[in-house]
């Protein structure tokens, strides 16, 4: 094709190889889609009509579970395979936002953030209008800061004081993605290390749970607890006459080092007690994923020879194998094979 000048122009390397950047591969996605319509899901994987928007949540209320870490390389992954993707940060702390650029000090202003399409007085914002694009093609952004806790702190008083819509805060974030449904196949949504009105919000929100767990003896006693308590916050849900509708839930094990035995046998016991709700790859324990945290990168953005190749090519078939399993997920759930 590029013989024939057809397409986009790639850059040229000194060795006269072609280069594409993503952004023209997935024109060529559409070109060849559209080509072979037979053959499209093979070139283009988005949603088509009738496949619902998947709303994948990260959750658990135990920090250091990797939460950020898996959502950052969910949503690259998603995108280097040709899916759109809504990156949504819930936590005040914004460690997703930093890793896609957007640092919450700086270049977050008031009233950017998810809780400006939540908020319950006359500056709720449309939630496209604080939607912002990000340097990685097929990536959209909300990024957060610490006015994320705003919301945790006024739902409390909307409950106490009557208004209008308290009672129901956990339809808002649901509610709010509908408005943009359309624009997206899949949204990531990295919630705080907490349970409070958001995370509920996310939980109801979700078509899909990941709830992430360090195989420690601790991390499992406070997932525990993070599930007991979510537990009784979804019979009141129920109770007030909503219904949760979760195409899938599992656990994904992370920072998990094949090797050490104490971590091993926790993994055996989770995978005892959960049996097929545990993912079968687990994210592992890598320099590869620190170094790259540390650039504010992921593994899918290591330039060669910064990481020991061996290191490297373990490190990112782990992650690989997780988020083509999550993948899997979401394509069962839209009823393809």
Not at 32 to 37: C, L, S
Not at 69 to 87: D, K, Q
Not at 248 to 271: C, G, K, S, W
Request: hydrophobic share 40%; charged share 25%.
């Amino acid at each position: 094709m590029s013989l024939e000048g057809k397409g986009p122009v790639p850059a040229r390397l000194d060795n006269n190889h072609r280069v594409y950047a993503l952004d023209q591969v997935n024109e060529l996605r559409e070109m060849f889609a559209a080509a072979k319509p037979q053959d499209a899901l093979r070139f283009l994987p988005r949603r088509r009509k009738g496949e619902h928007l998947q709303v994948i949540g990260i959750a658990n209320f135990k920090g250091g579970s990797a939460k950020t870490t898996t959502s950052v390389h969910l949503c690259h992954y998603l995108a280097l395979h040709g899916y759109r993707v809504l990156a949504v940060d819930l936590d005040p702390q914004a460690s997703l936002s930093a890793m896609f650029g957007a640092q919450p000090e700086m270049d977050v202003g008031e009233n950017e953030t998810i809780y400006a399409a939540l908020r319950h007085d006359e500056n709720r914002r449309p939630i496209s209008e604080v939607i912002r694009p990000t340097y990685f093609a097929g990536v959209d952004l909300i990024p957060g800061n610490i006015e994320v806790m705003e919301y945790e702190h006024e739902i409390p008083r909307v409950i106490s004081g009557g208004g209008k819509g308290g009672a129901l805060f956990f339809e808002q974030l649901r509610e709010a993605l509908r408005q943009v449904e359309d624009q997206y196949d899949i949204v990531v949504l990295d919630t705080p290390p907490s349970l409070g009105f958001l995370t509920l919000g996310a939980i109801y929100a979700a078509t899909g749970l990941i709830v992430t767990v360090h195989p420690a003896m601790l991390d499992v006693a406070s997932m525990s607890q993070f599930l007991l308590m979510m537990g009784d916050l979804i019979r009141v849900i129920e109770n007030a006459g909503a219904t949760l509708r979760h195409d899938f839930f599992h656990y994904l094990i992370t920072r998990h080092n094949p090797h050490d035995q104490p971590q091993a046998q926790i993994a055996a016991m989770l995978r005892h007690l959960f049996a097929d709700e545990v993912l079968v790859p687990t994210a592992i324990e890598s320099t590869a994923v620190e170094a790259a945290g540390l650039a504010k990168r992921s593994l899918y953005e290591l330039e060669p020879g910064e990481i020991g190749r061996d290191t490297y090519r373990r490190a990112k078939e782990s992650m690989d194998a997780v988020n083509a399993a999550i993948v899997d997920l979401v394509r069962k759930s839209w009823g393809r094979t």
